[in-house]
């Protein structure tokens, strides 16, 4: 892995369960916004494609694809290289601003982890493709679906951003409920709950912009309090905390070793690191095992190192005896249910 700067278009990946909201959510940005810089991927699992309908019907202004009969985290997943390289080189109307923004609505089934890797694909990387991940919630169905299905976990879990839908159909005394339980599964994702639904759109799709919103990533990459949160059982949040002074090579060996014991069990990462080989912090981050690319941070004033893992059914212990001369110790931020607490000590810097 080596170490660059980003710039580009950026690729929002919209995802969540099905029926929770992300073509409606999509209808209404594309409703209450003049967008001539945006461009609109669907797809949809079946071979009908009514939510590409209803987006198509809100506007004929913005570059439209259409991927249907299967889903980008399986079969379709050359189509979507192929469909995003093509809009990345399409010439631009004349008058109009540059691409700046991809909406790719994922099917309600879609796994974000394979899409994201996918997306990595070196035609992609040096157009300089950056990919956020958003994922809706539905607050009227609640817990369900994630206990039901591993689908729905998979996609909160690797959100960046969750925006709640159908508030209106949830009393309000519910949310902090609902809030609790979303932090469990995924405590540094940005949640956008906002009852003012033209407020919400407006959230669901801004571009992080992280040179200029350098606060705001810092306070998204510092877990929120976790102590009224009660935990998912079968999700570990682990912090992690740097033994020794590190180097960006021993870092990259770290994560690669991290992804090879973990594998289908690793959820999310999340690093921000001071490194003795590089002048400025590094921002490096996966979902599942799919690592995006290392980023100095110009702007970054804090001297601390952020580390979160997310794993399902796989606690600190484990990792720890696998991973035993890592520079990296990690212990439980947040204990699913019943589970027992770690018996090794964190190393302090
Ligand atoms: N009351 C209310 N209904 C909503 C809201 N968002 C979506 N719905 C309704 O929920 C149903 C599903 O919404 P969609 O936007 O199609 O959900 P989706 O996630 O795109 O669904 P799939 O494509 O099947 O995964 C539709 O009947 C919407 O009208 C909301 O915020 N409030």
Excluded at 151 to 178: G, M, N, Y
Excluded at 291 to 318: C, G, H, N
């Amino acid at each position: 892995m080596t170490v660059t700067d980003h710039q580009g278009v950026e690729l929002i990946l919209l995802c969540g369960f099905l029926g929770s909201g992300k073509t409606s959510l999509v209808v209404d940005f594309l409703a209450q916004n003049d967008l001539n810089d945006t461009a609109v991927i669907i797809n949809e699992a079946g071979e009908i494609g009514i939510d590409g309908v209803l987006v198509q019907e809100e506007t004929t202004e913005v570059p439209f694809t259409l991927l249907s009969n299967g889903c980008v985290c399986c079969s379709l997943r050359s189509s979507l290289v192929y469909t995003v390289e093509q809009l990345l080189e399409a010439p631009r109307p004349s008058g109009s601003p540059p691409l700046r923004r991809i909406v790719l609505e994922t099917s309600g089934v879609s796994k974000p982890s394979p899409i994201l890797a996918s997306l990595a694909d070196p035609a992609l990387v040096v157009r300089r493709l950056r990919v956020l991940v958003v994922s809706t919630f539905d607050a009227q169905v609640g817990e369900l679906n994630s206990e039901r299905f591993d689908e729905a976990v998979a996609q909160l879990s690797a959100a960046q951003r969750i925006v709640f839908t159908k508030l209106d159909c949830v009393d309000e005394t519910l949310l902090p409920r609902r809030i609790n339980y979303v932090s469990s599964i995924n405590p540094l994702a940005q949640i956008v709950a906002d009852t003012d639904r033209r407020i919400l759109v407006e959230k669901a799709f801004q571009c992080y912009e992280m040179e200029q919103n350098q606060d705001e990533w810092q306070q998204q990459l510092t877990m929120r309090d976790l102590s009224t949160t009660a935990a998912h059982p079968r999700i570990h949040v682990l912090k992690g905390i740097a033994t020794r002074a590190l180097y960006w090579e021993d870092v990259a060996q770290w994560l690669d070793d991290l992804a090879g014991f973990c594998g289908d069990r690793l959820l999310r990462t999340k690093l921000l690191v001071h490194v003795s080989d590089c002048a400025e912090p590094i921002l490096i981050q996966s979902v599942g095992t799919t690592y995006s690319m290392p980023r100095r941070l110009t702007k970054f004033l804090t001297e601390a190192d952020v580390i979160v893992v997310m794993t399902m059914d796989l606690d600190a212990i484990s990792i720890m005896n696998e991973l035993a001369d890592g520079i990296i110790c990690l212990s439980n931020a947040l204990m699913p249910t019943n589970a027992p607490q770690p018996l090794f000590n964190v190393v302090s810097h």
